[in-house]
């Protein structure tokens, strides 16, 4: 009597299927992991079990290592939007709602989503290897024998600098992104910063900063979450920490983008 | 008895990696787990130390830590030797807040002193020998003075005079701490200079306890194997 599984590796024409097997049981471990470790996480931070300088050291690491490459993004991408359709809008006749154009899409879309992507590849990259090569050197396993908790000792500041950092990084990001079309419009068409700065206020709602903060917040805690999980999990040498590296980056991205669509839905719909 | 491990079966990936394996370590009494590589010893200190849950049997420890040495020492390399050595003391709940920064200082240096690294309380792991690193896991290990001191393979990858020092230390370890040990090796050397008793496993089973003169001694082809390092003989590598 052999199992199911036993089945599936043996016969060859089921190859296909058993691939889609094996990454289907990949995706749901994956996915129990993150979530497990999610909640473990949580109730450390509701009781309260912060290492304060921990938590301090993965603040600077999360905001200040990750400030410059941010704020190239998110200008960098101001300046494509702007460029593009500042001159058209004017050429139309809108020249005066260019700035509004440009603050509603910084402040509602691409600051926090431009953001997390920097943040996916400066830092949920660095957290995933980090924890991965911490596995397979069997430091969370000296961790677990020293009686520490390593989701408390390895997770907790992680995801608490991420949920902190992450809004005032967006804010930042945002900000400098809203500036950036400033200059991009003052420098392509003939309007002038006034005529931006007038309607840019005019696109920013109380509701649109407060959902592109919750949406920071979200963007925040999952990156750092699934890029923990994901390293923490690793197995194997190099390669495992290189498939973790991978896992974390390619999980963060379908996260946050899951996240915009349910923040746009709730709130925009 | 410090540990008594009755009837330890575990299976990975349907392989009986440990096929109902049975002994006991006296308090204060070192242990040497012998066998080729593959043979399962590894395996045998991760489900005394929780690392690794068992599949049938069951494993009865004494009151108090059990502290394990990693076969590459797995020291915090984010963290300097001080900070290694007193993780457990500010980063355990039951410990965290006991002793303040000069008394930790001073553990610190206790421990240092007692594997002979005085004065390197500032290093990086990345900064240390091989066998510097082994001795820091030793200090990190006997930090919380535990009853049971694991050690796995702890001569791996060290040329030989350094395995004679770090030979030397488990001995004096066992001495000052009175601790019970397990160890895991392959190596003659350690297994003579370190062991009261030893275990050999082969398969899954143990094929062979005695002290390590009686394994010297026996006449059985798995010790005659294996202290003569022979490829003739019961025991085969996996290729």
């Not at chain 1, 990454?23 to 931070?45: E, M």
């Not at chain 1, 520490?148 to 600098?161: A, C, D, G, M, T």
């Not at chain 2, 008594?4 to 079966?9: A, F, G, M, S, Y």
């Not at chain 2, 009853?147 to 001995?171: C, F, H, M, N, R």
């Amino acid at each position: 009597m052999i199992t199911f599984k036993q089945y599936l590796r043996q016969s060859a024409t089921c190859k296909i299927f058993n691939a889609f097997y094996k990454q289907f049981v990949d995706f749901v471990s994956t996915l129990g992991a993150i979530v497990a470790n999610g909640f473990t996480t949580l109730k450390y931070i509701c009781l309260g079990h912060i290492d304060r300088k921990e938590l301090m050291d993965q603040c600077v690491r999360f905001g200040i290592s990750s400030l410059p490459i941010t704020l190239s993004i998110v200008g960098m991408t101001s300046i494509i939007v702007t460029s593009q359709v500042a001159s058209e809008m004017v050429k139309q006749g809108g020249g005066n709602f260019v700035g509004l154009l440009v603050s509603i899409l910084i402040v509602r879309e691409v600051g926090a989503v431009m953001s997390g992507f920097a943040i996916i590849s400066m830092i949920g990259s660095s957290l995933a290897s980090e924890l991965a090569t911490m596995r397979v050197t069997e430091q969370i396993d000296a961790i677990t024998v020293l009686k520490v908790n390593p989701i408390r000792y390895l997770f907790v500041p992680r995801v608490l600098s991420g949920i902190i950092m992450m809004p005032i990084l967006v804010i930042i990001a945002s900000a400098f992104g809203v500036l950036t079309g400033a200059v991009t419009t003052a420098m392509t068409t003939e309007l002038g910063y006034r005529a931006y700065f007038d309607s840019a206020w005019l696109g920013i709602y109380m509701k649109d900063l407060g959902v592109c903060l919750l949406k920071s917040v979200a963007f925040g805690g999952t990156i750092a979450l699934v890029s923990c999980s994901c390293g923490y999990e690793a197995s194997g040498g190099a390669k495992g920490v290189g498939l973790a590296t991978n896992k974390a980056v390619v999980w963060s991205l379908v996260a946050i983008v899951i996240w915009d669509l349910i923040f746009s839905i709730t709130f925009f719909f | 008895m410090s540990i008594i491990v009755n009837n330890l079966t575990k299976i990975f990936d349907e392989k009986k990696v440990l096929d109902d394996i049975s002994f006991k370590v006296a308090d204060g009494e070192t242990l040497a787990v012998v066998g080729f590589s593959g043979s399962g010893k590894s395996t045998v200190l991760k489900l005394i130390c929780g690392l690794l849950e068992k599949d049938e049997g069951e494993i009865i420890t004494s009151e108090g830590d059990i502290a394990m040495v990693f076969q590459y020492s797995a020291l915090f390399d984010s963290l300097d030797v001080a900070d290694n050595i007193s993780f457990a003391l500010r980063e355990r709940r039951d410990l965290r807040n006991k002793y303040t920064e000069k008394e930790l200082k001073e553990i610190v240096t206790q421990k240092l002193g007692l594997v002979g690294l005085s004065g390197i309380e500032r290093k990086f792991p990345s900064e240390l020998s091989g066998g510097m690193q082994k001795r820091v896991s030793f200090a990190r290990a006997i930090v919380t003075e535990p009853k049971t001191i694991l050690y796995d393979e702890p001569t791996a990858g060290l040329d030989p005079i350094s395995s004679t020092l770090i030979e030397d230390y488990i001995v004096r370890l066992q001495q000052e701490t009175n601790a019970s040990s397990i160890v895991v090796t392959h190596q003659m050397s350690t297994i003579t200079r370190t062991a009261n008793r030893l275990i050999m496993l082969y398969n899954g089973k143990i094929v062979f306890e005695g002290t390590p003169e009686e394994m010297l001694r026996a006449d059985t082809p798995y010790t005659k194997q294996f202290v003569t390092a022979s490829l003739e003989g019961p025991m085969q590598m996996i290729s």
